[in-house]
């Protein structure tokens, strides 16, 4: 079989065959193969998501409100531009892939060289962008609080809008500081505390003759949370257990831990793919660079890399749109 | 595609018009999304609001212009698109019905147990 090798590569690289099935030569029809077992993983994944997200459907937290930083626009409600922006690079990034493929169809080794160069930095911007989002995310915007059944409670001005626990809660220092390794035993650590203890967001609360609070419950005429009087807001408050300030994989301030713990894990795990991805395409370069597939005759390995590629841009379409629009 | 590749001829004009395309769908969505107008946002149909029926079709729209043209699933042969492509929309639409249909079975069971009042 080895003496039918079309291509010269000094009998280093195995040339999969004479065999061709499905028409298409080993490697490919592999990395197709490999991206369909990879599709259903993330299927399973948004599966899930799905699940739960219908479970808890009458308090899903809303996409909108949760998202909505952008660079530079400090304090300005911008919901979804941000990740749109994410999107188009990814898709961008994804058309110099496929340029680099064209290119390498036509052996233009400088053309492929610089198509792959922007394909990485595309992917390498997109993965700081995910970590922005991410730190945006883990950091929260307004701060609620939780009360003993695990429900969040949000505080809202008179106009509904949601206001931060900053800027009503005044700290009067009367709990203990953080126990950190230097304080104490130094074989016990604790997590950051709270900003405020609850004590001190009831009182703020109650000098704020404005605000009023809003539980998860969505209004299923107006797809909006439940705003609830301040009459009947104390009764909640009594319950409060904890100050929540962010999102972590315990608890969340916009609302049902789940969807940061979905969040958390589907795009980190899409941004391990974008990443390894990146690190492929980095060693493809290389090669590219050194001539290995103008030796070889052909750049397929070019094109199998942009299968990969592009599957992760086809895997954030579907995360966009579970994410972020429906 | 790499036995022919010295008589290949150039896609680029292809490749652009697929990015306008990709670009102008997602512009559609966020602008959607932005707006959220409504009477497609707060109206009934099939299940769930017209919105999000527009936002999984304009997905789908996405998910098959990269794969026919940016993988160039258009240029492999019918079995191996077909052992991909019917593979996977199959188990997918499978997966998920299942799993929606619980999850909503589960909130029918759960969401009158959970308290809203204190």
């Known amino acids: ?326 | 595609m790499a036995a022919n590749a010295h008589e290949h001829k150039s896609h680029t004009a292809l490749i652009w018009k697929v990015f306008g395309i990709l670009s102008f769908i997602t512009i559609v969505e966020v602008i959607l999304g932005i707006i959220k107008p409504d009477s497609l946002h707060l109206t009934k149909i099939l299940g769930t609001s017209p919105l999000n029926i527009i936002f999984l079709v304009l997905t789908i729209v996405k998910a098959y212009y990269i794969t026919w043209f940016f993988m160039h699933m258009a240029d492999e042969t019918k079995s191996l698109r077909r052992s991909v492509v019917w593979t996977a929309v199959f188990l997918i639409i499978y997966l998920a019905t299942l799993l929606l249909i619980e999850g909503s079975y589960i909130n029918d069971v759960l969401s009158p147990l959970v308290k809203w009042n204190y």
């Open chain 1, 1 to 326: 079989m080895e003496a039918t090798v079309s291509t010269e590569t000094n009998g280093k690289t195995w040339s999969g065959g004479s065999n061709k099935p499905l028409g298409a030569s080993y490697g490919k029809m592999m990395m197709w193969f490999f991206i369909l077992s990879d599709a259903l993983t993330f299927s399973g994944f948004l599966g899930a998501y799905g699940l739960m997200r219908f479970k808890f459907i009458e308090s899903w937290p809303i996409a909108d409100e949760v998202f909505t930083h952008f660079p530079f626009l400090h304090g300005i409600h911008a919901p979804m531009y941000y990740v749109a922006l994410m999107t188009f690079i990814l898709i961008f990034s994804s058309v110099t892939m496929v340029l680099a493929v064209d290119a390498g169809h036509q052996m233009n080794k400088k053309k492929v060289t610089f198509y792959m160069l922007l394909t990485i930095i595309g992917g390498l911007i997109f993965l700081g962008s995910q970590a922005w989002e991410w730190k945006n995310f883990i950091g929260g915007s307004y701060g609620a609080v939780q009360l003993n059944d695990g429900k969040i409670v949000q505080f809202v001005d008179a106009s509904g809008h949601q206001v931060t626990l900053e800027s009503f809660v005044k700290s009067s220092h009367s709990e203990r500081a953080q126990h950190t390794r230097d304080k104490g035993l130094w074989f016990v650590e604790e997590s950051t505390l709270a900003p405020f203890s609850v004590k001190e967001v009831i009182e703020g609360f109650n000098a704020h003759p404005e605000l009023s609070i809003r539980t998860e419950l969505i209004n299923t005429e107006t797809k909006a949370k439940t705003i609830i009087s301040r009459a009947d807001a104390m009764s909640y408050l009594n319950n409060a257990n904890a100050v929540v300030k962010g999102a972590n994989l315990k608890v969340n301030e916009y609302g049902n831990t789940l969807f940061a713990d979905f969040f958390f894990f589907i795009t980190g795990f899409h941004g391990f793919h974008v990443l390894s991805g990146v690190i492929i395409n980095i060693i493809i370069f290389f090669n590219v660079i050194l001539g290995t597939y103008e030796r070889r005759g052909h750049y397929e390995m070019v094109e199998k890399v942009g299968l990969y590629w592009h599957f992760v841009d086809l895997v954030w379409v579907f995360v966009f749109t579970f994410f972020y629009l429906v």
